[in-house]
């Protein structure tokens, strides 16, 4: 992308830079066309809507169900049965508790390090840069119930096995290329002149670093941190491997609850167990939305 | 400055990769002593490296199921990712509405919702005693297909669980387009069509090949989308693998799979880093 | 923006900081716990959900309260999910020799840590209440897994619909031809009651004396015999449910429990629980076939080699096999006890009275059962 390509996608769309220009006139359409294309449209909304939504009001339904049997749509008996027995247990909370606080010691340590190296990726040339940015990448593709066994031997040598530690770096490796190269394109797409006039005006190099660059590149880290937290939230098997048996969290919990019980209780944790997801989300959505991702993927 | 999150994968990832691939060639020791230990049915090498696991697992006829399975679901699912996140994104990129906005904000859902809770709850939706087939049910259709369970489920969920990075990664390409290229097309005269296809299109070639080979990679990896809404054979080669693994108690059974897992996501990994490459030196290496 | 940005970077910092300064003191309180006086024992259990009601509700509390200065803690995994972690995180720590984090497992892993070594025999000195089992539970895992409860499998069938339950399995396997897509059995390698259904109807076809060695040992030469009873099961494929084995005990009693089938094998502990609690409804009865008769299986716990404080474990097993806790297993989950019923109250002895002797027909070494589950994968559905 050229300089002031990268610029304008820095501020926000060259589209923000536009000359007021009036749309040209268009002459009106056929209505018959039109209404067909809107009907067409609105099809397909409705369509995706049911395909999207469905599942999940489907499944909060169930939570709420006493007695359903096919081919009602909707329960004939109303019962929160199912919510009592899931207050019951005394393990979700905990491990609700758990999961809030793996997920940031995670995210941050994982920009902790990954941030250097990805200023390091867009600034420094050095020989085997790409080969090192894919191969962080690639190591990910190896399905991780080939590697446990492995992985076992590795955090028992290192006596990392059941340490919190342990369970940081476990959830740290899956976050790590989001860490990496999205805030690498990020900064790679702040022009240096900026950086270097800074400096000329007597800036020292971590001034520079946070007063010019983290702030241009904050939306799109933000956007990393937010994925990373995710990753590291959802994360279940590698938890449990090293986890056991102080640090068991919630999606490990997941699968055990949601296969074992019968299915209005399964549908009440499947209901609590979305809803920290959500909340956090609805939160970060704007950002996220926002645009810095696809240039987050892009190898330069 | 780049050795932390390099040497972390090195030593947690890296490492085991290696030990796993040694393992599938019948290197039982070392490392991989305790694999060994609880593994029947092992080839050994006696010595140097044996391609027996290898043979083995692609002779066996419900295993090649399982991999065509894994190949034509990855295909299928791609492709329809990739068209509906093309669409939505198209839709919101041109018409900047409250609905376009609706559209974008529900594909985005399934970012949010735990990949368990999703399969679960799409498994049901889908099956006998689902949404659909009891609609179907009142409007008189009694023969509406069960989904749950089958191979479509697993599209159908897979679909579900890839849109929202595919919408996200479109949108942010054609977000990068600026407004004054695509009013510049329309006042010389070109239809909005032509449009997409002459502008857009050509433009957002790497936001596609990023779409395709993520979503590509995440299917074929993919365990518990397949392995609570799939069928019981053939199913995707996760659910193989971890039965391999645990039921049959088949680790080197199970690693060849997951190197074959690996492969296959490797050469849709050099797809991606080749069409980077091509484009990075086409925009002519400002960077 | 930016300001909004940065606090919202700054609240998760603090927030950050105080969970992480929260993780640390709570480890370190437990550690001073730990320091006084009081020993905690890790138990990981996998199975069914009954299982983990019996542990958390009645032997664990049980057992603290008549070992005051022993704590439980419960890591409970659902069936076969975790497991492959937890053996993978037991042979990696035995063999470095260190802490695997869990000093007592109880689930299907158990018995292939035993075979494999893993495990540390249970002598009759540290846990006297072993002498009273019966001794042929412990030859195929070489004593290194002690059997502390028993369920058997059983036919569970929809009274409405069926009014003459089949009471061999040649009339069961006519039934469920006879109603197509009324019947169906989970997948031997996600679940103990479609196994037993899979390889009693293999069984069926076999002489005794095959199945007597596959029992105890590892035959793999005689595996091939397996042909004729696959050959049968595949047979059955048009006629189950949906043509689809569902995955694991619970999905059967979901279908049972919906009405969506008249006709399954269940574990007879899990089944009974569940006609308790309201979650099967009341017109789902129980019963026996025989001819063979479905297997049943003991259920085993297993004290890893490098377990701390293996003292303290061996009162847990031995407390675990006391005629008072084996009452409570059958009157709670309504198992079978480990026991033999001489050694129980009468009251149980009169319950058990009417049960026919070859209820509990033993099920395949380990290793057998794998090669059976790989089998079954490749050559039915």
Redesign the interface.
């Known amino acids: 992308?050229?300089?002031v390509?990268s610029e304008?996608?820095v501020l926000g769309?060259?589209?923000e830079a536009?000359?007021p220009?009036a749309?040209?006139a268009r002459g009106p359409r056929t209505s018959m066309r039109s209404v067909g294309m809107r009907m067409l449209?609105g099809l397909?909304?409705v369509c995706?809507?049911?395909?999207?939504?469905?599942?999940?009001v489907?499944?909060g339904l169930?939570a709420f169900s006493g007695l359903?049997?096919?081919?009602?749509?909707l329960p004939k008996q109303w019962t929160v049965a199912g919510w009592r027995t899931v207050f019951k247990d005394?393990?979700l909370s905990h491990s609700m508790k758990l999961s809030?606080?793996f997920a940031?010691?995670v995210?941050?340590a994982s920009a902790a390090?990954?941030l250097?190296?990805a200023?390091?990726?867009s600034r420094f040339r050095?020989p085997g840069r790409?080969v090192?940015l894919?191969?962080?990448?690639?190591?990910?593709?190896?399905?991780k119930?080939?590697?446990?066994?492995?992985?076992?031997?590795?955090?028992?040598?290192l006596?990392l096995?059941?340490t919190?530690l342990g369970v940081v770096?476990?959830q740290?490796?899956g976050t790590?290329v989001f860490?990496?190269w999205i805030p690498t394109a990020a900064f790679?797409a702040i022009p240096r002149s900026l950086e270097e006039a800074a400096r000329d005006v007597g800036a020292g190099p971590l001034r520079v670093f946070f007063r010019v660059t983290f702030?241009l590149a904050?939306?799109a880290i933000?956007v990393a941190m937010i994925l990373s937290f995710?990753a590291a939230f959802?994360e279940?098997?590698g938890t449990?491997?090293v986890g056991?048996?102080?640090y068991?969290t919630m999606?490990?919990e997941?699968?055990?609850l949601?296969?074992?019980?019968?299915?209005q209780v399964?549908a009440v944790f499947?209901m609590l167990?979305?809803v920290p997801?959500?909340v956090?989300?609805?939160l970060a959505?704007k950002h996220?939305?926002?645009?810095?991702?696809?240039?987050g993927?892009?190898?330069? | 400055?780049?050795?932390?999150?390099?040497g972390?994968?090195a030593?947690?990832?890296?490492?085991?990769?290696g030990?796993?691939i040694a393992y599938t060639l019948g290197k039982t020791g070392g490392?991989?002593s305790?694999?060994s230990l609880l593994a029947q049915h092992e080839h050994v090498a006696k010595h140097g490296v044996t391609t027996a696991p290898y043979r083995e697992m692609l002779s066996n006829p419900s295993v090649r199921e399982d991999l065509w399975s894994t190949v034509w679901v990855t295909i299928v699912t791609v492709v329809v990712v990739v068209l509906v996140s093309w669409?939505?994104a198209l839709?919101l990129r041109l018409n900047d509405t409250w609905?376009a906005r609706t559209?974008?904000?529900?594909?985005?859902?399934?970012?949010?919702?735990?990949?368990?809770?999703?399969s679960?709850?799409?498994a049901?939706?889908?099956g006998?005693?689902?949404?659909l087939?009891?609609?179907a049910?009142?409007l008189g259709y009694h023969g509406f297909p069960s989904l749950g369970f089958t191979l479509t489920c697993v599209v159908?969920a897979e679909i579900?669980v890839n849109?929202p990075f595919g919408v996200?990664?479109?949108?942010?390409?054609l977000?990068?387009v600026?407004?004054?290229l695509i009013?510049a097309g329309?006042?010389s005269g070109a239809s909005m069509p032509r449009v997409v296809r002459s502008i857009l299109l050509p433009m957002n070639v790497?936001?596609t090949v990023?779409v395709a080979t993520?979503t590509g990679?995440y299917v074929l990896?993919s365990?518990t989308v397949p392995y609570l809404t799939g069928p019981t054979q053939p199913n995707l080669l996760?659910p193989t693998?971890?039965n391999f693994?645990t039921a049959f108690s088949q680790?080197q059974q199970?690693?060849v799979?997951?190197?074959i897992?690996?492969v296959l996501?490797?050469a849709l990994?050099t797809a991606y880093?080749w069409a980077?490459?091509r484009?990075?030196k086409r925009?002519g290496a400002?960077? | 923006m930016?300001r909004k940005?940065f606090a919202?970077?700054g609240i998760?910092?603090v927030?950050?900081a105080a969970?992480?300064a929260?993780?640390?003191t709570g480890?370190s309180d437990?550690a001073t716990h730990h320091a006084a006086k009081s020993v905690t024992i890790?138990l990981?259990a996998s199975g069914?959900?009954n299982v983990?009601s019996l542990w958390?509700d009645h032997l664990i509390p049980g057992f603290e309260k008549a070992n005051p200065g022993i704590k439980v803690?419960l890591?409970?995994?659902?069936?076969g999910?975790?497991d492959?972690?937890?053996l993978?995180?037991i042979?990696?720590?035995v063999?470095?020799r260190?802490w695997?984090?869990?000093d007592l497992v109880d689930g299907g892993l158990v018995t292939t840590l035993a075979t494999d070594g893993l495990n540390q025999p249970v002598t009759k000195a540290s846990a006297p209440n072993i002498k009273l089992l019966d001794q042929t539970l412990l030859t195929s895992v070489k004593g290194a897994a002690i059997p502390y409860r028993g369920s058997s499998v059983v036919l569970a069938y929809d009274s409405t619909n069926v009014a003459n339950p089949p009471k061999t399995l040649s009339a069961l396997l006519a039934w469920i031809k006879a109603h197509p897509g009324k019947f169906t059995y989970n997948t031997p390698a996600s679940g103990g009651s479609g196994y037993s259904f899979a390889e009693t109807v293999v069984d069926s076809l076999l002489p005794q004396s095959v199945i007597t060695q596959m029992d105890q040992g590892y035959p793999q030469q005689l595996e091939s015999q397996w042909k004729q009873g696959f050959d049968l099961l595949h047979s059955l494929n048009s006629s189950v449910y949906q043509g689809v084995y569902p995955?694991?005990n619970?999905?059967v009693?979901?279908l049972l429990?919906?009405?969506?089938i008249w006709m399954a094998p269940v574990w007879s502990d899990q089944s009974l629980t569940?006609l308790k609690n309201g979650?099967l409804p009341k017109t789902i009865k129980l019963t026996q076939i025989s001819n063979p008769s479905f297997t049943g299986g003991a259920a085993y716990l297993g004290v890893p080699k490098t377990a701390k404080n293996k003292a303290d474990v061996y009162k847990f097993v031995n407390y675990v096999l006391s005629p008072a806790a084996q009452t409570q297993i059958i009157n709670i989950m309504s198992g079978f006890p480990a026991l033999p019923l001489k050694y129980l109250p009468k009251a149980i002895q009169n319950q058990f009275a009417d049960v026919s002797a070859n209820t509990l027909r033993p099920t395949y070494s380990q290793k057998t059962q794998s090669d059976f589950k790989a089998a079954w994968q490749q050559q039915v559905p």
Not at chain 1, 48 to 56: A, D, E, K, Q, S
Not at chain 2, 168 to 173: D, V, W, Y
Not at chain 3, 257 to 260: M, P, T
């Open positions: 992308m050229s300089a390509e304008g996608v769309g060259l589209g536009e000359l220009v749309a040209a449209g397909f909304v995706l809507l049911v395909f999207m939504i469905g599942p999940i489907w499944l169930r359903w049997q096919f081919p009602q749509l005394p393990n809030f606080e940031p010691v995210t941050l390090i990954c250097p190296a200023y390091a990726f050095f790409r090192l894919i191969s962080l990448f690639a190591t990910n593709a190896f399905p119930i080939g590697l446990y066994i492995a992985m076992a031997g590795v955090f028992y040598s006596n096995m059941g919190f770096i476990v740290l490796i790590v860490m990496t790679s702030p904050a939306p933000l995710l959802d279940a098997q449990f491997l056991v048996p102080n068991i999606p490990t997941m699968y055990t949601v296969l074992n019980y019968p299915e399964a499947a167990l979305a997801s959500v956090l989300m609805s959505r996220v939305m926002g645009g810095k991702l696809a240039e993927f892009q190898i330069r | 400055m780049v050795l932390p999150p390099v972390v994968i030593v947690f990832i890296g490492f085991p990769v030990a796993a490392p991989n305790v694999m669409g939505i839709y609905l559209v974008s904000g529900l594909s985005v859902v399934p970012l949010f919702i735990p990949v368990v809770i999703a679960y709850s799409i049901i939706f889908w006998p005693d689902g949404f087939r009891s609609v049910y009142h159908l579900w849109i996200l990664m479109m949108s942010s390409g977000n990068s600026p407004n004054a009013e329309r006042d790497i936001p990023i993520f990679i990896g365990f996760g693998m971890s693994f680790p199970a690693e799979l997951a190197m897992v690996f996501a490797l990994g880093v980077n490459i484009a990075s925009a400002t960077s | 930016k940005l919202m970077l998760a910092m927030v950050v969970a992480f929260a993780a640390l480890s437990a890790n990981y069914d959900v983990q958390q803690n890591i409970f995994s659902e069936h999910t975790n492959t972690a937890t993978a995180r042979g990696a720590a063999k470095q260190k695997p984090g869990i995955t694991g619970q999905a009693l979901d429990a919906k009405g969506q569940a979650q």
